[in-house]
C-alpha cells in the first residue's frame, strides 16, 4: 500500500484493485506487495511428463486440460497461476482470417480492421451506442430518456435514435423496461443483486454467473412482458468480467454478445470480434479476461480520450465510461470530450463509438443532460453518416456490411424502425412483496402483468409459491435455467381427491357415535378431507377430480350450521349481520311443551339448570371440545381450602 497525502484527505493506492480508494474503504493496508505464485513447467529442455500432460512446479504430471479450471490439482496449486489469455495451457489460437469468417466469427490479429476489407472507409456509417446502467424507473425516462431520446431524433435513413438499457432486478419499474421496449431501445440485463463486493463477480463460479444473469433475463421476459429472443446481451457491474465461468455460461445460455472488457487506449480503435480466436487486446482493468474459446460476440468499450490541451497519447489514460472521466466539471468539457472521440474514430477506422452513462451521473451534473442532447442535435445536423444506435444493431450490421448510401434499405435496421406512442398498460400493478432470500425487507416490484407470490431473487426468479411439502417443482423456464434440479426431480403429480359430500346435520343424541361427531369442529365446504398421499384417488363414479382452488383476493364461502336456534357453536363460521339492521332474537321456548331431547324442569336434579338457561357467554358441555368435561358428571365434591385462604374450584 502506498499513502497518498494531499489537502490533509488520505487516500490509499491499492495493489488489488490497482486504484486509489479512500482510507476507510481499504481493509488490507498491512499488505506491502502482490504475493508472488510459483508456476509450472511448462517449458522443458526434454519431455519429462507423457504426451497430453503437463509437469507442476513441484514436479507431478497432469492432463493438461486440468489447468486453469478454477480446481487446484497440483499439490502446489500452480495449475491455476498461469490462466492470463496469454498463458493459459489450453488458450484459444490466434486469428486465422481462413477459418472465421462472417457472420458468424470475426477477427483481426490487433482488432482494428473493419468486417468488410473490400469496403472504402468513406462507406462505413459511424455507429454510436449509447447505453445506460442499472435500475429503470418512470423518473429517470422523464427526466433523462425523454429528452435524448425522441421521436425528434432521427437518424439518416429516417427512423429514431435508439439506445441499449442494461437493467439490473433491484428498484427496476418493469412497466418502464416494457415502455422503453416497445419504443425499439434493446433490453439488456446488468445482474440480479448488483452486489459490491469485487471478489463475488471476479472470483464467481459458473452457477453464480447463471443466477445473476440468466436469473435476470427471465425476470425481464416475465415482467416486462418481452419475448424470449429479445435480452440478447449482458454487462457485468462494475466491468468486473468473470473470466471463462462468465463467458460458458453464456454459451450455454444462448447470449450473444458481453459488453464488460476495455480496450486500451491506442492509436486506432478496436473493432467488436468474437471469441472463437484469442482477444486482440490486453486485458486491462479489474476485469478477468477470458482465455478459451467461446461462440460469444465482445462489443469492447473503447477508452475515451481525455486530453484537452494535446500532448502525447500515452500521458493520460483513458476512461471507459462516460460517468467515469473525473476531469468533467463543466458542460462544455462534456461537448469537448465528446467531439474529439468522434474525430478520432471517424477519421481512424470508424469502429463504433460506445458511450456509457450512469444516469444518476447525469442527473447530478448540473446541465449535463442538455449539453448532451444538444450535442445529439449538433452532429445530426452536420454529419450525414452517423448514426445513434443500439448494440444489437451494430451486430447487424458488422454480420452484414452494408454501405452507408444503402442503409436505408438494410432490413434489419428497418424492422426497428417504428416508434410507438400507445402505453405499455393503463394502470400497472404495484406489488409489494417478500422473499425468504430478503429477510426483513418488503420489496415493490410494478408490472403490466400479475404481481408474483413472492419477490423474484437468485433462488426463486419468477417469483413462484414454493410448496415445500411438495418439493421443488420447476416450470419450463427454471428447469432451461437450472437444469440439474429438472433432470433429478420425479414429474408433478396432480392431487385430487373423492368430491366432499354434505356433512349430515348435528344433533344432540348422547350415542358414543354420534358424540364424537358433534364434538369434532365444523368443517368448511370448501376444504377437502386429508388424504394419506398425493397421487390421484378415484372417485366412486371412476373418475378423478382436481382440488378446487381460490383466486388470490378473493374469500372463501364460509359454512353454516343447520343446528337449531341456540348458542352459537365454536367451530361455526357466523355470517356478518349487515349494517343497520337488528340483531335477530331468539324464539321463546313454551315452558308447557318440551322440546326433543329437553328434560322437563321438574325432573332435573337440584341446582342443575337447562342448556338453553344458561348464562350469557356460557356454553353447554356437549359444545365443549373433547376431553374438557368427563362423560359423566361427578357429584359435587366439597370445596378444597389451600392454606393462603384461597378457594380452589373443583
Same mark, same amino acid.
Not at 427 to 443: F, K, V
Not at 489 to 496: A, D, N, V
Given at each position: 500500500?502506498?499513502?497518498?497525502?494531499?489537502?490533509?484527505?488520505?487516500?490509499? /493506492?491499492? &495493489? /488489488?484493485?490497482?486504484?486509489?480508494?479512500?482510507?476507510?474503504?481499504?481493509?488490507?493496508?498491512?499488505?506491502?506487495?502482490?504475493?508472488?505464485?510459483?508456476?509450472?513447467? &511448462?517449458?522443458?529442455?526434454?519431455?519429462?511428463?507423457?504426451?497430453?500432460?503437463?509437469?507442476?512446479?513441484?514436479?507431478?504430471?497432469?492432463?493438461?486440460k486440468?489447468?486453469?479450471?478454477?480446481? =487446484?490439482?497440483? #499439490? $502446489?496449486?500452480?495449475?491455476?497461476?498461469?490462466?492470463?489469455?496469454?498463458?493459459?495451457?489450453?488458450?484459444?489460437?490466434?486469428?486465422?482470417?481462413?477459418t472465421?469468417?462472417?457472420?458468424?466469427?470475426?477477427?483481426?490479429?490487433?482488432?482494428?480492421?473493419?468486417? *468488410?476489407?473490400?469496403?472504402?472507409?468513406? +462507406?462505413i456509417?459511424?455507429?454510436?451506442?449509447?447505453? /445506460?446502467?442499472?435500475?429503470?424507473? +418512470?423518473?429517470?425516462?422523464? @427526466?433523462?430518456? #425523454?429528452?435524448l431520446?425522441?421521436?425528434?431524433?432521427?437518424?439518416?435513413?429516417?427512423?429514431?435514435a435508439?439506445?441499449?438499457?442494461?437493467?439490473?432486478?433491484?428498484?427496476?419499474?418493469?412497466?418502464?423496461?416494457?415502455?422503453?421496449?416497445?419504443?425499439?431501445?434493446?433490453?439488456?440485463?446488468?445482474?440480479?443483486?448488483?452486489?459490491?463486493?469485487?471478489?463475488?463477480?471476479?472470483?464467481?463460479?459458473?452457477?453464480?454467473?447463471?443466477?445473476?444473469?440468466?436469473? !435476470?433475463?427471465?425476470?425481464?421476459?416475465?415482467?416486462?412482458? %418481452?419475448?424470449?429472443?429479445?435480452?440478447?446481451?449482458?454487462r457485468?457491474?462494475?466491468?468486473?468480467?468473470?473470466?471463462?465461468?462468465?463467458?460458458?455460461?453464456?454459451?450455454?445460455?444462448? /447470449? %450473444?454478445?458481453d459488453?464488460?472488457?476495455?480496450?486500451?487506449?491506442?492509436?486506432?480503435?478496436?473493432?467488436?470480434?468474437?471469441?472463437?480466436?484469442?482477444?486482440?487486446?490486453?486485458?486491462?482493468?479489474? !476485469?478477468?479476461?477470458?482465455?478459451?474459446?467461446?461462440?460469444?460476440?465482445?462489443?469492447?468499450?473503447?477508452?475515451?480520450?481525455?486530453?484537452?490541451?494535446?500532448?502525447?497519447?500515452?500521458?493520460?489514460?483513458?476512461?471507459?465510461?462516460v460517468?467515469?472521466?473525473?476531469?468533467?466539471?463543466?458542460p462544455?468539457?462534456?461537448?469537448?470530450?465528446?467531439?474529439?472521440n468522434?474525430?478520432?474514430?471517424?477519421?481512424?477506422?470508424? !469502429?463504433?463509438?460506445?458511450? #456509457?452513462?450512469?444516469?444518476?451521473?447525469?442527473?447530478?451534473?448540473?446541465?449535463?443532460?442538455?449539453?448532451?442532447? *444538444?450535442?445529439? @442535435?449538433?452532429?445530426?445536423?452536420?454529419?450525414?453518416?452517423?448514426?445513434?444506435?443500439?448494440?444489437?444493431?451494430?451486430?447487424?450490421?458488422?454480420?452484414?456490411?452494408?454501405?452507408s448510401?444503402?442503409?436505408?434499405?438494410?432490413?434489419?435496421?428497418?424492422?426497428?424502425?417504428?416508434?410507438?406512442?400507445?402505453?405499455?398498460? #393503463?394502470?400497472?400493478?404495484?406489488?409489494?412483496?417478500?422473499?425468504?432470500?430478503?429477510?426483513? +425487507?418488503?420489496?415493490?416490484?410494478?408490472?403490466?402483468?400479475?404481481?408474483?407470490?413472492?419477490?423474484p431473487?437468485?433462488?426463486?426468479?419468477?417469483?413462484?409459491?414454493?410448496?415445500?411439502?411438495?418439493?421443488?417443482?420447476?416450470?419450463s423456464?427454471?428447469?432451461?435455467?437450472?437444469?440439474?434440479?429438472?433432470?433429478n426431480? =420425479?414429474?408433478?403429480?396432480?392431487?385430487?381427491?373423492? =368430491?366432499?359430500?354434505?356433512?349430515p346435520?348435528?344433533?344432540?343424541?348422547p350415542?358414543?357415535?354420534?358424540?364424537?361427531?358433534?364434538?369434532a369442529?365444523?368443517?368448511?365446504?370448501?376444504?377437502?378431507?386429508?388424504?394419506?398421499?398425493?397421487?390421484?384417488?378415484?372417485?366412486?363414479s371412476?373418475?378423478?377430480?382436481?382440488?378446487?382452488?381460490?383466486a388470490?383476493?378473493?374469500?372463501?364461502?364460509?359454512?353454516?350450521?343447520?343446528?337449531?336456534?341456540?348458542?352459537?357453536?365454536?367451530?361455526?363460521?357466523r355470517?356478518?349481520?349487515?349494517?343497520?339492521?337488528?340483531?335477530?332474537?331468539?324464539?321463546?321456548?313454551?315452558?308447557?311443551?318440551?322440546?326433543?331431547?329437553?328434560?322437563? $324442569?321438574?325432573?332435573?336434579?337440584?341446582?342443575?339448570?337447562?342448556?338453553?338457561?344458561?348464562?350469557?357467554?356460557?356454553?353447554?358441555?356437549?359444545?365443549?371440545?373433547?376431553?374438557?368435561?368427563?362423560?359423566?358428571?361427578?357429584?359435587?365434591?366439597?370445596?378444597?381450602?389451600?392454606?393462603?385462604?384461597t378457594?380452589?374450584?373443583?
Open positions: 500500500m502506498r499513502r497518498i497525502w494531499s489537502q490533509k484527505i488520505a487516500d490509499i /493506492f491499492c &495493489l /488489488f484493485l490497482r486504484r486509489c480508494d479512500w482510507l476507510a474503504n481499504v481493509d488490507n493496508c498491512d499488505v506491502l506487495s502482490l504475493p508472488r505464485r510459483v508456476k509450472p513447467n &511448462l517449458q522443458t529442455s526434454e519431455p519429462v511428463c507423457p504426451e497430453g500432460q503437463l509437469q507442476c512446479a513441484s514436479g507431478e504430471c497432469i492432463p493438461r486440468l489447468f486453469c479450471d478454477r480446481n =487446484p490439482d497440483c #499439490s $502446489d496449486g500452480s495449475d491455476e497461476n498461469i490462466c492470463s489469455v496469454t498463458e493459459d495451457p489450453n488458450r484459444a489460437l490466434p486469428c486465422d482470417l481462413r472465421c469468417q462472417l457472420p458468424e466469427c470475426f477477427c483481426s490479429s490487433d482488432g482494428t480492421r473493419w468486417p *468488410d476489407a473490400s469496403m472504402q472507409l468513406e +462507406e456509417p459511424m455507429m454510436v451506442t449509447f447505453s /445506460f446502467n442499472g435500475a429503470v424507473t +418512470e423518473e429517470l425516462i422523464e @427526466t433523462v430518456y #425523454s429528452k431520446f425522441n421521436q425528434r431524433r432521427e437518424n439518416p435513413t429516417g427512423c429514431t435508439k439506445a441499449t438499457f442494461f437493467v439490473s432486478h433491484k428498484f427496476t419499474d418493469y412497466a418502464a423496461v416494457q415502455r422503453l421496449h416497445k419504443q425499439g431501445h434493446e433490453v439488456g440485463v446488468f445482474s440480479v443483486t448488483h452486489k459490491p463486493d469485487p471478489k463475488y463477480w471476479t472470483e464467481g463460479r459458473y452457477n453464480v454467473w447463471l443466477e445473476e444473469m440468466a436469473g !435476470a433475463r427471465m425476470m425481464v421476459e416475465r415482467f416486462a412482458n %418481452l419475448s424470449s429472443t429479445s435480452v440478447l446481451g449482458l457485468a457491474p462494475f466491468l468486473r468480467a468473470g473470466g471463462n465461468e462468465q463467458f460458458e455460461m453464456m454459451a450455454d445460455q444462448g /447470449f %450473444l454478445y459488453a464488460s472488457l476495455t480496450a486500451p487506449l491506442g492509436r486506432i480503435p478496436v473493432w467488436p470480434y468474437t471469441l472463437h480466436r484469442r482477444m486482440p487486446h490486453r486485458c486491462i482493468g479489474t !476485469a478477468v479476461c477470458p482465455s478459451r474459446t467461446f461462440p460469444v460476440w465482445e462489443l469492447p468499450m473503447n477508452e475515451l480520450d481525455r486530453r484537452e490541451s494535446g500532448g502525447e497519447l500515452g500521458e493520460l489514460t483513458g476512461c471507459h465510461h460517468s467515469s472521466c473525473t476531469h468533467l466539471y463543466h462544455d468539457q462534456l461537448t469537448q470530450l465528446l467531439n474529439q468522434l474525430k478520432r474514430h471517424l477519421a481512424t477506422n470508424r !469502429a463504433p463509438l460506445s458511450l #456509457s452513462f450512469n444516469p444518476a451521473w447525469l442527473i447530478a451534473q448540473e446541465g449535463f443532460i442538455e449539453a448532451l442532447a *444538444d450535442w445529439m @442535435t449538433d452532429v445530426g445536423k452536420r454529419y450525414s453518416d452517423v448514426y445513434f444506435v443500439s448494440n444489437q444493431q451494430v451486430l447487424q450490421w458488422i454480420r452484414q456490411p452494408t454501405a448510401r444503402s442503409l436505408r434499405d438494410f432490413e434489419p435496421w428497418k424492422s426497428q424502425c417504428g416508434w410507438s406512442r400507445d402505453p405499455v398498460c #393503463s394502470y400497472p400493478n404495484t406489488c409489494l412483496l417478500t422473499s425468504s432470500e430478503l429477510p426483513g +425487507e418488503q420489496m415493490r416490484l410494478r408490472t403490466c402483468g400479475q404481481c408474483p407470490a413472492s419477490y431473487w437468485l433462488k426463486n426468479p419468477l417469483g413462484e409459491r414454493l410448496r415445500r411439502p411438495l418439493g421443488n417443482r420447476p416450470s423456464e427454471s428447469s432451461k435455467l437450472y437444469p440439474s434440479a429438472s433432470q426431480t =420425479p414429474p408433478p403429480t396432480r392431487r385430487t381427491t373423492a =368430491p366432499t359430500t354434505p356433512r346435520p348435528l344433533t344432540s343424541t350415542s358414543a357415535s354420534s358424540t364424537s361427531t358433534s364434538q369442529p365444523a368443517r368448511s365446504s370448501a376444504t377437502p378431507p386429508p388424504t394419506s398421499s398425493l397421487s390421484s384417488s378415484a372417485t366412486p371412476g373418475t378423478a377430480t382436481t382440488l378446487r382452488t381460490v388470490l383476493g378473493t374469500r372463501r364461502t364460509p359454512a353454516t350450521s343447520t343446528r337449531s336456534a341456540g348458542p352459537p357453536r365454536r367451530s361455526v363460521v355470517r356478518r349481520r349487515p349494517t343497520g339492521t337488528p340483531r335477530p332474537r331468539r324464539p321463546p321456548v313454551s315452558s308447557s311443551k318440551a322440546s326433543p331431547g329437553r328434560v322437563p $324442569d321438574g325432573d332435573l336434579p337440584p341446582g342443575d339448570l337447562p342448556p338453553g338457561d344458561l348464562p350469557p357467554g356460557d356454553l353447554p358441555p356437549g359444545d365443549l371440545p373433547p376431553g374438557d368435561l368427563p362423560a359423566d358428571p361427578a357429584p359435587d365434591r366439597p370445596l378444597k381450602i389451600n392454606p393462603s385462604g378457594v380452589a374450584l373443583g
